[in-house]
C-alpha cells in the first residue's frame, strides 16, 4: 500500500489513464463505506472508504483506495497490491496501520533515543538507529512478558545494568583483543602475554615499565 497523490493517474481502459480524484468524483453514494481505521486516543478512527479495482496487466490483485473525512471531505489516496484477493476492510485495516508505526517511533524517540543522534555519516547513524531499536525490541519484548503475567519461579527479573553487560558481551559486540594469561614458575605467578606492539623508530627501544609479574609495554 502506498499513498499517492490526488493527480496519480491510474488506467481507465482502453490505454486512458485517469486522475485519481476525478475517478473519487465520478463514484455513487453507495460506494463509500464508513470503517474504522483501528482505535486512537480518542476513540476509532471513522472514515468514508471506496475502492476501484485496477486492471493491469501482471500477477496480483490491484486497487485503488479512497479515504475521506466525514468531517471536511477531505480525500486521500493508496495504491494497493495483493496476491489474493482481499476485501475492504482488510485494506482499510493495513491502511490504519501508519497511526500505529508513527507511535512506534514516537515511543522509540522518547524511551531509547533513536531522534537524538549526533552522528553525520552513515555508518555511525546506523550503529545508533541500530541499538535504538534494539533496545526498543527489548522494551516491548519485556512489556508483552509482563502482560502475560509474572515470570517463572525459578527466573528472576534482569536489571538494566545486567541487560547492558549482556549486550556488550563479545558475543554481540564482536571480538576483542584481551591480553592472554598464562601460569608461570614453581609459585604459579600470573605473566601476561601482550600482542606485539606497533613499530618502532629505528634504533628506538621501547620503554618498560615492571611492577611484579605484569609489564607494559608502551
Given at each position: ?33 464508513r ?13 468514508d ?42 485494506l ?6 501508519r ?87 614453581h ?8 600482542a ?23
Amino acid at each position: 500500500m502506498l499513498a499517492v497523490a490526488c493527480d496519480h493517474r491510474v488506467p481507465a481502459g482502453a490505454g486512458r489513464t485517469i486522475r485519481a480524484d476525478h475517478l473519487a468524483a465520478r463514484l455513487p453514494g453507495k460506494a463509500w463505506q464508513r470503517l474504522s481505521a483501528g482505535a486512537g486516543a480518542k476513540g476509532h478512527r471513522w472514515y468514508d472508504w471506496a475502492w476501484v479495482t485496477i486492471n493491469v496487466p501482471g500477477p496480483g490483485h490491484r486497487y485503488l483506495l479512497i479515504r475521506r473525512n466525514r468531517r471536511t471531505g477531505d480525500l486521500t489516496f493508496y495504491r494497493c497490491h495483493s496476491p489474493q484477493q482481499v476485501t475492504l476492510a482488510a485494506l482499510v485495516t493495513v491502511a490504519g496501520l501508519r497511526w500505529t508505526i508513527e507511535e512506534n517511533f514516537q515511543a522509540d524517540e522518547g524511551l531509547t533515543g533513536l531522534d537524538e543522534h549526533q552522528a553525520r555519516r552513515w555508518t555511525s547513524w546506523y550503529r545508533w538507529v541500530t541499538l535504538a531499536m534494539l533496545a526498543a525490541a527489548l522494551t516491548i519484548a519485556a512489556a508483552l512478558e509482563h502482560a502475560h503475567g509474572p515470570g517463572p519461579a525459578d527466573q528472576i527479573p534482569l536489571t538494566r545494568n545486567e541487560i547492558a553487560h549482556l549486550l556488550s558481551s563479545p558475543d554481540l559486540s564482536g571480538p576483542r583483543t584481551t591480553p592472554r594469561t598464562r601460569c608461570a614458575g614453581h609459585a604459579g605467578a600470573a605473566a601476561t602475554s601482550t600482542a606485539p606492539g606497533p613499530a618502532t623508530t629505528k634504533g628506538k627501544q621501547p620503554r618498560t615499565r615492571g611492577h611484579n609479574d605484569l609489564r607494559l609495554e608502551y
